[in-house]
């Protein structure tokens, strides 16, 4: 019989096959679980006895010992109830294996009537028995869906009677079948329509959503940055296939998917409190639960109030933000997760929020000012490849009466799609996920856009990332407008982009 189990010492969403051995010697009746098992696997003793004589089944008599192989990796969870109570009674004789259940996943916590009860991962356990090459699950009827979406052939149970029976009949239960609903998704997408002036940081947001570019959004309270980062996911496209299932597993791995969902199709949008600490924003904990960083997988971390979160929270972010993997070393073992995702951080001038205005401008000592920005790293604010300033918006702008109406999410998107398929024919990635080589291959410039960024570079100290970074979003900006190759106007462009948001000082150009 074989179980899979979820565990740290796997690397990524995935998890270990587990083969349940059970020997019946002569004797008393005693059951003894060997195979570095946790409590709730050892507490499993009392539960299979119950179940099996509650199903009209005997238990064995003499002592039954399970073997979880291989001996020198922990289990834990209940979801081996089922796979154990099944391999007593194959030992014992009483359940004729069928020769197509050497291909199943078998999961499933045990009531002691004999219920087999939901659990939760699931979807991320069946989809690891697929990449180890199984072909079907029985699994708890409530979870059939889950494992039917990870491409496995669900064969649901209820009781442990009934799965005895599925098991050693010829043939495998049949699969479900019906509607797939989504998972937590909203009815409607916040529209950029609704977003009054800010020009600039509409096409800022519209260039992140082309390129896949890092976001940082400065200005005073009410000046529509929050609202901004909402609408980034609507300008991305539908999740793919295969990104909707690899999401909706990491979402599954987190205990994040609601019962009878189906894939998520949206991109995730996650916005965690400033108050966040490292393992919050990376995973952790004892089985390396996803964290924020993670969960935002394909889609969009909103850090609000930037320099509002701990420090060791924003440093811990910098190489998981290079690398778009978050790689964690447990006493347990390592995990792996992908962490491909747009970061939009928000943040005031200052820490009053009014640093810049001429109406009741900001009274901070300059001391204050210094620190409240000294908060963000070099470094850190070195991954954001747009940084814009954005301005309280007249009043005219709010009540739209300044000029033609703004354009909405459907209207970007479509220049979005645009460029992002123009990158994907050239490159095969995001601009924003090309490599050095890569760079100087697809963002070559003509003389005026080399003396251009020759310039900055050697006025503002630009480091060599920056000027890979100036290149990305100068050829996606190529993109949005149909271009071949970059121009000059699109160098300027990207270079004010690269202006310190959070001094105010931008490249002369």
Request: hydrophobic residues 45%; contains cysteine.
């Amino acid at each position: 019989m074989i179980a899979l189990v979820w565990s740290a010492v796997a690397r990524g969403a995935r998890g270990f096959l587990v083969r349940v051995e059970a020997d019946v010697s002569g004797g008393l009746p005693r059951m003894s679980v060997v195979g570095l098992a946790a409590g709730a696997v050892r507490e499993a003793k009392e539960r299979i006895v119950a179940a099996v004589r509650n199903s009209g089944r005997a238990f064995p008599d003499g002592r039954v010992t399970v073997n979880l192989a291989p001996a020198e990796l922990p289990k834990d969870g209940s979801q081996l109830d089922l796979p154990m109570a099944l391999g007593v009674l194959a030992s014992s004789g009483q359940l004729p294996a069928a020769a197509w259940s050497s291909a199943c996943l078998v999961l499933g916590e045990l009531g002691l009537d004999g219920s087999v009860l939901p659990g939760a991962g699931v979807l991320v356990l069946a989809g690891a028995a697929r990449s180890h090459g199984l072909r079907y699950a029985v699994v708890p009827a409530a979870n059939a869906e889950e494992a039917e979406l990870a491409g496995l052939v669900p064969i649901p149970v209820r009781t442990l009677a009934e799965a005895a029976v599925l098991l050693s009949g010829p043939e495998p239960g049949a699969c479900l079948s019906g509607p797939r609903g989504e998972a937590c998704s909203p009815e409607g997408e916040p529209d950029l329509a609704d977003v009054r002036g800010q020009l600039l940081a509409r096409r800022a947001l519209e260039v992140a959503a082309a390129g896949g570019h890092n976001l940082l959004l400065v200005g005073p309270p009410g000046t529509g940055k929050s609202m901004l980062a909402a609408r980034l996911p609507g300008l991305m496209p539908r999740l793919e296939p295969e990104e909707s299932l690899e999401v909706t597993t990491l979402h599954a791995a987190a205990g994040l998917l609601r019962r009878g969902a189906g894939l998520m199709t949206r991109r995730p949008f996650r916005a965690p409190h400033s108050s966040a600490k490292p393992a919050a924003l990376l995973g952790g904990g004892p089985n390396a639960r996803p964290g924020e960083l993670v969960l935002a997988h394909r889609g969009v971390l909103f850090l609000d109030e930037l320099p509002e979160f701990p420090r060791d929270s924003l440093e811990s972010l910098r190489q998981p933000l290079e690398d778009r993997v978050v790689r964690l070393a447990r006493a347990k073992g390592f995990a792996e997760f992908p962490a491909d995702c747009a970061v939009v951080g928000a943040m005031n001038p200052c820490q009053c929020g009014r640093a810049g205005l001429l109406k009741n401008p900001c009274r901070c000592p300059e001391s204050a000012v210094t620190r409240y920005r000294a908060r963000l790293s070099g470094p850190l604010l070195d991954r954001f490849d747009l940084r814009v300033e954005l301005a309280p918006i007249p009043f005219s702008d709010w009540l739209g009466r300044a000029g033609a109406a703004a354009e909405s999410s459907s209207a970007v998107r479509e220049r979005v799609l645009a460029a992002r398929s123009a990158a994907g024919r050239r490159a095969g990635v995001l601009n924003s996920r090309l490599g050095p080589a890569e760079v100087r291959r697809h963002c070559g410039l003509d003389r005026a856009g080399w003396n251009l960024i020759a310039s900055v570079v050697e006025r503002e100290q630009l480091s060599a990332r920056g000027i890979d970074r100036v290149l990305r979003v100068a050829r996606t900006l190529a993109d949005l407008e149909g271009a071949r190759d970059i121009a000059r106007a699109h160098v300027g462009e990207a270079l004010q982009y690269r202006g310190d948001g959070t001094s105010g000082r931008k490249p002369a150009i």
